[in-house]
């Protein structure tokens, strides 16, 4: 096979890929702007009559402003704290020896499969002992340590050669400047793909949610989004839903395509080492 | 106290000072609530009757043939997504490794379904899914395949559900092998390509064992999502039919919601992390035999 | 952090607002009770919204209560969330919950009844329920005693496209009332080659339950047990024939579709002309008359033995662990959602029934009947034919015994004698333990 045909067969087949993958939002984009249950619910392409009805639809069912607002608080408080938890101890495990060092590595891993859904009654039994019942700082709380994000760390910092390091310690930096300033910023693209998934895993967060907070003053976007998704004795309203779905997932589609960018970049440039 | 011990007391307290912030939420959000949970599964509480400590809840759980179900499920359900996202991601990241409008523009497509909330995919999925009027059947009408009820038969709801989650997670792992990918230097593969490697032999032999700590970093997770992810489930299937998209994080929200059975959701909670843990540990002592490390 | 600071600002603001007022500044004899009521959206979104605005207007008619609705999702997880304010030690005040699980909250001793604040207000049990329908008090009492009172219900409803009728040559003013009826009529309207359909029902968990429990007891069967929790009748003659009838529907007439579908499955077969009989809620109805664009029209369930109509819905509860002052807070609230005007205002916004009787003989209740001869059909089969709805220890494991067989049957897999076997095999085995503390503990 040709030099050249071997990547061009790649990204024919990749388009087409991701043509597919496309599908389904492609769906939802044409859906939400066709108010009422048209006959063709599957058709791909806009077909009058079109129309925004379905977003003010969406948008008359629920409080989004309100909940626009406490999805961002919750997400930037567990990222604002997580950013902070796992860097320290990311380090410890990359650079540092001690004794306990894989048994409390190990408690680490262990979190990433038990996740709070599976302790979902103890967990809420718990922020009640704390006052944190109904408050945001309880939908944020059990989310401070991210075990994913210290295993991503100690990757990233492991991956950061020691020459950096010594250099710092020669100029007599301590620990915490060592991190803040040498090791945090080589390790930037690890920390952006830590903060991206963590804002976007918790955006898109119902169950917990829906359990640690009551007031519709503090709900967030998914509980809200939910109110028209579920329908157990009536039919589906597709239109309305794929609007909803726009709704909740538009800011986070937003901040993806700005960040991009600078995201991809910094990947890219990180493999340019010494 | 002596100079060279205050010293050494700090060096000794570093790690534990750095660890302690992570380990204080550690403690109290998972194993804290890892201990009620343990404690549960040993209580044995019939109705009406006293609690007792026992293995009680342990013998009715492997005695359920809907936690057997469950459990066969989940490894169909991890084999059935863990191998197709992977290789898809991996294979996505080498077609659009270059940066250009076309790449970013395919890229941003793949990793669209990470954005929205599961539920929402889930709610999309069930008119792909709809007998007839959805998308797929609508589609694949012409080619013959009429009116399938892919959620509705117990031979295709869980292949039906991986999709789901293939779909919602290939764009993910495929970041990280981008991430990866970057990371290949440059000049290796160009000393290769001088040698007169091909494109696949390249592949094989720098490319992809440079991949090792991604790798290392991916297929754990993809473990760890297999048994995690089970919203689409709860919203669409609700295990069936007849049981047949039960999986094991779904049978434990079963008995613990629906069935208000806390000994067997507990014990089940118990063996299904107990379970997890082993592979994980299996597949990281595979991974890091073949890992490259700079440092 | 913020969020933080605010609300304790909030809360010393709050503090130092109720120490002025029993400073003896205040004009009011005590501050305004706040409670929450949790309520499901089983439907469609604008029920939240809705809902927020009743809650707004009782809110005003009472200054001395303050009510803040919590929408909590589907039935489920409203049930789930109320299960663990109840653990957590803050149990709502009011709680809109689905009637089959009712019977659970008593056994458990999760609900209070309501006889006591009946007889406050100077009734008793039986003269409270008779305001309602009276197949609704199956699952809202328990041994005589009140413990929900039904503020949302449904039935399950024959909706027929009249052009598929038509086509068929088949007289839309003459729909099936027998099943011999329903099944020439599903015969005519079948063209499996074609992908068209007589009859589709939603046989997804929930729905697959109450269809079922519906065929069964339009045979004759009882089914379950109304007034104990602790036996299901699934290997009954007249059962085991139900499930006989839904295999032959599938594999022997061949008028039903194989394989499972859930309602949006169902609902947009009916919409596309490919299905031409469907069994559905009346909770539907309003949905269907937006969305079909044929003409179409509804009937009672077809019987075999006896028409049977088991019920569906909501009633409020008021969970336990609540203080007096918040009970009767919640008992003016629930009185209030409960009376004739407003039962009405909801029954007509969603296509609930209007549990109350009453709510029938209000003047805007007569003018929507009129212009909606629909719901009266569906409205006189409840008043004639209703039953209870499937309710038991352990509901949705005893439930989803039969379900999964059910669903086995849709898709060939089993008999319908071995799938009654199973299933009743599969719940005895969950029931057990009840019956070992109550009908099995004899006296020594």
Same mark, same amino acid.
């Given at each position: 096979m040709s030099r050249r045909a071997l990547p061009l067969l790649g990204m024919i087949a990749a388009a087409a890929a991701a043509l597919v993958w496309a599908v389904p939002f492609a769906w939802m984009? +044409?859906?939400?702007?066709?108010?009422?249950?048209?006959?063709? +619910? *599957?058709?791909?392409? =806009?077909?009058? =009559?079109?129309?925004?009805?379905?977003?003010?639809?969406?948008?008359q069912s629920g409080d989004f402003p309100t909940w626009y607002l406490n999805t961002v608080l919750v997400c930037g408080g567990i990222l604002a704290v997580q950013l902070v938890t796992v860097t320290m101890a990311g380090y410890a495990f990359a650079r540092l020896r001690f004794p306990g060092r894989d048994v409390v590595f190990v408690l680490f891993l262990l979190q990433l499969l038990l996740v709070p859904t599976l302790l979902?009654? =103890?967990?809420?039994?718990?922020? +009640?002992?704390?006052?944190?019942?109904?408050?945001?700082?309880?939908?944020?709380?059990?989310? &401070? *340590?991210? *075990? &994913?994000?210290? &295993?991503?760390m100690r990757q990233a910092f492991r991956a950061i050669p020691r020459d950096f390091e010594e250099a710092a310690m020669l100029d007599g930096a301590g620990v915490f400047a060592l991190i803040r300033h040498v090791l945090v910023p080589l390790a930037r693209p690890s920390l952006v793909a830590f903060a991206i998934v963590s804002v976007t895993f918790h955006w898109n967060e119902f169950l917990w949610p829906l359990m640690a907070v009551s007031s519709p003053s503090r709900q967030v976007l998914t509980v809200g989004l939910a109110s028209f998704a579920s329908g157990s004795e009536a039919g589906g309203e597709w239109g309305v839903l794929a609007a909803g779905t726009v709704l909740v997932a538009g800011p986070l589609l937003l901040a993806f395509l700005v960040f991009q960018r600078r995201f991809v970049s910094s990947f890219v440039f990180t493999g340019l080492k010494g | 106290m002596p100079r060279w011990r205050a010293a050494t007391f700090r060096i000794r307290a570093r790690p534990w000072l750095l660890l302690a912030p992570s380990l204080v939420f550690l403690l109290a959000f998972t194993y804290w609530p890892l201990v009620q949970v343990l404690e549960g599964s040993f209580r044995d509480q019939a109705f009406g009757s006293a609690a007792s400590w026992g293995i009680g809840n342990y013998s009715r759980l492997f005695a359920d043939p809907h936690f057997g179900s469950a459990a066969w499920n989940n490894v169909l359900y991890a084999a059935g997504t863990i191998a197709p996202s992977v290789v898809l991601a991996l294979g996505f990241a080498l077609a659009l490794r270059e940066t250009t409008l076309f790449t970013m523009a395919a890229r941003t497509l793949v990793v669209l379904p990470l954005l929205i909330p599961l539920v929402a995919a889930a709610a999309l999925f069930t008119f792909v899914f709809l007998p007839g009027e959805g998308l797929l059947d609508w589609y694949l009408g012409p080619l013959g395949l009429r009116a399938v009820n892919w959620l509705g038969s117990p031979s295709l709801a869980l292949g039906a559900v991986s999709a789901i989650t293939v779909w919602k997670n290939t764009g993910y792992y495929m970041l990280f092998f981008l991430a990866g990918l970057a990371g290949v230097p440059q000049d290796l593969l160009d000393a290769a390509r001088i040698d007169g490697a091909r494109a696949v032999a390249r592949f094989r032999h720098v490319t992809l064992p440079m991949l090792g700590p991604t790798l290392g970093f991916v297929l754990p997770i993809a473990l760890v999502n297999a048994l995690v992810q089970v919203d689409q489930v709860v919203t669409v299937t609700q295990g069936g039919p007849s049981d047949s998209t039960n999986l094991l994080l779904y049978y434990i929200y079963q008995q613990a919601e629906q069935n208000h059975d806390a000994g067997l959701a507990t014990a089940a909670t118990v063996v299904s992390v107990a379970a997890l843990l082993m592979l994980t540990l299996a597949s990281l002592r595979t991974m890091e035999r073949g890992i490259h490390y700079e440092s | 952090m913020p969020t933080m600071r605010f609300d304790m600002t909030r809360r010393a603001a709050l503090g130092a607002a109720i120490a002025a007022s029993t400073a003896g500044l205040a004009v009011r004899a005590r501050a305004a009770t706040e409670i929450e009521m949790f309520f499901p959206v089983p439907v469609q979104g604008k029920l939240a919204t809705e809902m927020q605005r009743l809650i707004g207007v009782f809110n005003t008619q009472h200054p001395d209560i303050k009510v803040t609705p919590v929408y909590t999702g589907s039935y489920d997880d409203t049930n789930f969330k109320t299960r663990a304010a109840i653990q957590a030690g803050r149990p709502p005040a009011a709680a809109i919950m689905s009637a089959n699980f009712i019977r659970e909250y008593v056994i458990d001793s999760a609900a209070i009844a309501l006889d006591e604040l009946i007889a406050k207000d100077?009734?008793?049990?039986? $003269?409270f329920m008779a305001q309602f329908w009276p197949a609704l008090a199956l699952n809202a009492t328990d041994q005589g005693r009140v413990y929900g009172v039904p503020f949302q219900n449904s039935t399950p409803l024959l909706f027929y496209n009249v052009q598929a009728f038509k086509d068929a040559e088949l007289d839309p003013e003459k729909p099936p009332v027998t099943w011999q009826d329903w099944v020439d009529?599903?015969?005519?309207?079948?063209?499996? $080659?074609?992908?068209?359909? $007589?009859i589709a029902w939603p046989n997804s968990y929930d729905y697959c339950g109450w269809l079922t429990s519906t065929l069964a007891m339009a045979n004759g069967g009882q089914y379950y047990d109304t007034a104990y929790g602790g036996q299901v009748y699934y290997t009954e003659p007249a059962t085991v024939a139900a499930l006989r009838f839904i295999h032959d529907l599938v594999h022997t007439h061949k008028v039903v579709p194989p394989g499972v579908l859930d309602p949006n499955g169902t609902t947009a077969a009916f919409f596309s002309g490919r299905v031409g009989m469907i069994l559905l809620s009346t909770g539907a109805l309003g949905f269907i008359r937006d969305n079909m664009k044929q003409p179409f029209r509804v009937a009672f369930v077809p019987k075999n033995v006896v028409n049977a109509a088991p019920v569906g819905g909501g009633s409020l509860i008021i969970p336990a662990g609540n203080t007096p002052e918040r009970q009767a807070a919640a008992w003016t609230l629930i009185k209030w959602l409960t009376s004739p005007d407003i039962a009405g205002q909801w029954s007509?916004?969603?296509g609930y029934f209007a549990p109350n009787r009453a709510a029938y003989d209000l003047p805007e209740m007569k003018q929507y009947m009129a212009a909606n001869p629909n719901a009266g059909v569906a409205l006189e089969q409840l008043n004639r034919y209703g039953r209870g709805w499937?309710?038991?220890?352990?509901? +949705?494991?005893?439930?989803? *015994?039969?379900?999964d067989q059910v669903q086995a049957i849709l898709n060939g897999d089993i008999s319908a004698a071995a799938a009654a076997a199973r299933a009743q095999s599969d719940a005895d085995a969950l029931l057990r333990p009840y019956l070992q503390q109550t009908a099995l503990k004899l006296p020594t």
């Open positions: 984009a +044409v859906a939400s702007l066709r108010p009422g249950v048209p006959a063709n +619910v *599957a058709a791909l392409w =806009p077909e009058p =009559p079109l129309g925004f009805g379905n977003y003010l639809d969406a948008w979902i009654a =103890p967990n809420l039994t718990t922020i +009640v002992a704390l006052g944190l019942y109904d408050q945001l700082p309880g939908i944020m709380a059990p989310y &401070f *340590a991210s *075990a &994913f994000g210290v &295993f991503l | - | 100077g009734g008793t049990p039986q $003269g009529a599903a015969r005519k309207l079948s063209k499996p $080659g074609a992908d068209k359909w $007589g007509r916004f969603t499937f309710a038991t220890y352990k509901t +949705v494991p005893v439930r989803k *015994a039969m379900e």
